[in-house]
């Protein structure tokens, strides 16, 4: 049996290009290991930001704790929730000497779904408050002072609503991953030119009278995440091992 003393916490978010929202990951961290009296509690994100799983893991490896607890902070499951529960398995390997668990994610706990209800309640009633004022579109956070009401846009829209054809869904057509994706490909997509415009004319002739024309100007622009570059962040995937996955 390993004490609580000797486990250490590491919730794993998605990751955010906005700093206040992976803020939010570390609060959890932080609530979680000081209620249940842990040892200690790491944060890391499955993209975008860092350090990204396999660092983190590796950097908790080194802190002594006899046993590492992974818990995915996401309530769906996915390709994302493979490669958290596939990097552990990775650095697990590499350090048999430490109890590695891999916590559930949130999924539809009674929990999940009462706070859910609350917060209908709350919009129904005109009582729900915004927790989100260190927002970097609403306020100006060190180093990200220039984003300040801008929009906020999805940084990846040439993969969404592709589901099995994106890229990383499936392993076993993959050359570069073997067991789980690590995201090495969608992270080579990711750096394609994110401006992108779209014409379209359209000319339209009917009996009744009607001629339509159409141009549609698409611009598709995101602000640049300072960290992107960061060693321990997405580019750590393209230094990891390669005979090993």
């Known amino acids: 049996m390993v004490a609580r003393h000797d486990t250490c916490l590491v919730v794993i978010g998605r990751g955010s290009s906005d700093p206040d929202a ?16 842990l040892g200690w509690c790491e944060t890391g994100f499955s993209g975008v930001t860092f350090p990204l799983v396999e660092p983190c893991l590796e950097n908790v490896t080194k802190l002594g704790f006899k046993r590492i607890v992974v818990f995915p902070y996401f309530l769906f499951s996915g390709i994302l ?3 958290i529960y596939g ?7 590499r350090h048999p000497n430490i109890s590695f668990v891999k916590a559930g994610y949130l999924n539809d706990h009674d929990q999940v779904i009462e706070t859910f209800v609350e917060r209908v309640h709350e919009i129904l009633n005109g009582s729900n408050n915004m927790n989100c004022s260190m927002c970097k579109y609403r306020s100006a956070v060190l180093g990200f002072e220039d984003e300040v009401g801008l929009p906020q846009e999805s940084h990846h829209h040439h993969v969404e609503g592709k589901g099995v054809s994106a890229p990383g ?3 076993e057509d993959c050359q570069l991953c073997t067991t789980f994706c690590t995201g090495e490909c969608r992270l080579n997509a990711d ?20 001629d339509h024309s159409h141009d549609h100007g698409h611009d598709h622009h995101h602000h640049p995440y300072p960290q992107a570059n960061h060693p321990l962040g997405p580019k750590s995937v393209l ?3 390669k005979d090993k996955n």
Do not use: C, Q, W, Y
């Not at 803020?23 to 009296?37: F, I």
């Not at 990097?87 to 390997?93: I, K, L, M, N």
């Not at 415009?197 to 000319?203: A, C, K, P």
């Open 239 to 241: 230094n990891r091992p």
């Open 169 to 171: 869904s499936n392993v």
């Open 191 to 210: 750096h394609h030119d994110h401006d992108h415009s779209h014409d379209h004319g359209h000319d339209h002739s009917h009996d009744h009278g009607h």
């Open 22 to 37: 992976n803020s939010n990951v570390a609060k959890v961290a932080r609530m979680l290991v000081e209620s249940l009296g």
């Open 81 to 83: 929730i493979d490669r």
């Open 87 to 93: 990097f552990t398995d990775a650095v697990a390997e």
